[in-house]
């Protein structure tokens, strides 16, 4: 055997230095085939060495606390890799006759394998050992076709193909113990950060996963060529997004004796002079421009309070644009107002232009559609809102980006 791998080996080394560049496209196509043959054929090597070694305890004799961590050392990778390597040799050397000669033929890779070997073994405790015979000859026709990840997935049907009496009953007990560890393993931990921020974590169930994604998938789409948010923050503003949803319904249960709502507390002089920051009822600080943005959003009930800490106001009615003036509103924007943008008015906030804060009227002539990114945005202060003459709402981009600051409007929902 020592002698055959020098020789491969001298071989291969011959191959390396070769002028590939000289080879016409056809051949060096070959190469390639006869090249990944040869890589499969030295893994069975490899993987049979590797179990007999294993077997053979050689690694404890040579004071090594296990195999993997003798491979590691030996062969100069991560142990995280010896670890594999000892495992998949454990699942070569069980595996059915057939496959361990597909992958000394070439003609599988060590995934394949794997994945084989898995899913004879399924095959084997369901259908018994006739179906898991016949499973590996599938298994390894298919394997010239299909990659490992696309193996697994066909797999999961082979009892159709080598034992269809009992393929439904048994894709039926699988689906119901899949189901079965959804139950049991779905979790979602909100761990807090020093900052305020939160951690979420966790595992979703079927059902829930298909929930959280027809709720936020609308919503991740970029709203713009401007739009600079990573798909990340596009996802967690979309969840932000159904949260203020869900508030706005009403129809979530009371906590505590009170509607679900957030509790911003803040001094009323410094609110009006932009310079205030925030506290949530549960203690964390907000900025002065995230104060201001919350206090005209209506889904938001702010407390605030005078110099002295007596209330001055909760929630007052009349600041919120609600009932009959939301609804005009709606029909007026039909959406959020900012340019571009396509988000629903169930969606959006209604922000004051002047805030009502600076004195500006709970009114139609003083309101806007805003959806959360763009509530946000016009909050930073770089955009600025007003009515035109028709009475719509217009934005001003910053010089920056237009030095003329041509006001534009959103023209997506005038053609709905």
């Given at each position: 055997?020592?002698?055959?791998?020098?020789?491969?080996?001298?071989?291969?080394?011959?191959?390396?230095?070769?002028?590939?560049?000289?080879?016409?496209?056809?051949?060096?196509?070959?190469?390639?085939?006869?090249?990944?043959?040869?890589?499969?054929?030295?893994?069975?090597?490899?993987?049979?060495?590797?179990?007999?070694l294993d077997g053979r305890g050689t690694a404890t004799v040579q004071g090594a606390s296990s195999t993997a961590v003798w491979l590691r050392d030996r062969l100069r990778v991560g142990v995280g890799a010896a670890r594999r390597l000892v495992k998949l040799a454990a699942t070569f050397d069980a595996a059915p006759t057939g496959v361990r000669d597909a992958l000394a033929a070439g003609t599988v890779d060590v995934e394949q394998v794997r994945v084989i070997a898995d899913t004879v073994q399924t095959a084997h405790t369901t259908a018994g050992a006739q179906a898991a015979d016949k499973a590996v000859g599938v298994l390894v026709g298919w394997a010239a076709q299909f990659d490992a990840a696309l193996?697994?997935?066909?797999?999961?049907?082979i009892l159709d193909h080598v034992a269809p009496d009992v393929a439904d009953a048994?894709?039926?007990?699988?689906l119901r113990a899949q189901e079965s560890r959804a139950v049991r393993d779905r979790h979602v931990t909100v761990s807090e950060q020093p900052d305020g921020r939160l951690r979420l974590t966790g595992i979703l169930d079927t059902e829930a996963a298909a929930l959280l994604r027809a709720a936020i998938d609308p919503l991740t789409a970029p709203t713009g060529p401007d739009d600079?948010?990573?798909?990340?923050?596009?996802?967690?503003?979309?969840?932000?997004?159904?949260?203020?949803?869900?508030l706005r319904t009403g129809e979530l249960p009371e906590n505590g004796g009170d509607p679900t709502q957030i509790v911003v507390t803040t001094g009323y002089d410094g609110l009006?002079?932009?310079?205030?920051?925030?506290?949530?009822?549960?203690?964390?600080?907000?900025?002065?421009?995230?104060?201001?943005?919350?206090?005209?959003?209506?889904?938001?009930?702010?407390?605030?309070?005078?110099?002295?800490?007596q209330t001055l106001d909760v929630g007052r009615q009349r600041r919120l644009i609600t009932g009959p003036l939301r609804r005009a509103l709606v029909l007026r924007d039909r959406g959020c107002a900012f340019p571009g943008c396509d988000r629903p008015p169930r969606w959006?906030?209604?922000?004051?232009?002047?805030?009502?804060?600076?004195?500006?009227?709970?009114?139609?002539?003083?309101?806007v559609l805003l959806c959360g990114h763009h509530h946000r945005h016009i909050h930073r202060g770089d955009w600025s809102v007003r009515l035109g003459g028709d009475g719509h709402p217009e934005f001003v981009p910053p010089v920056w980006l237009d030095p003329a600051q041509l006001p534009r409007r959103n023209q997506y929902h005038r053609r709905t």
């Open positions: 055997m020592i002698d055959a791998l020098e020789q491969a080996e001298a071989a291969v080394a011959a191959c390396s230095n070769l002028a590939v560049w000289a080879a016409d496209e056809r051949d060096l196509v070959a190469a390639l085939d006869a090249a990944h043959r040869t890589e499969q054929r030295l893994a069975a090597v490899k993987l049979t060495l590797v179990r007999e193996l697994r997935k066909l797999g999961t049907r048994a894709a039926e007990a699988a600079t948010r990573t798909p990340g923050q596009r996802r967690h503003d979309a969840v932000a997004d159904v949260c203020r949803l869900a009006t002079r932009q310079l205030g920051s925030g506290a949530l009822d549960f203690g964390q600080q907000l900025t002065p421009e995230t104060v201001r943005r919350l206090a005209c959003d209506a889904a938001i009930l702010p407390a605030i309070l005078g110099g002295a800490g959006c906030d209604a922000h004051h232009i002047r805030h009502w804060a600076d004195g500006g009227g709970t009114s139609l002539d003083n309101a």
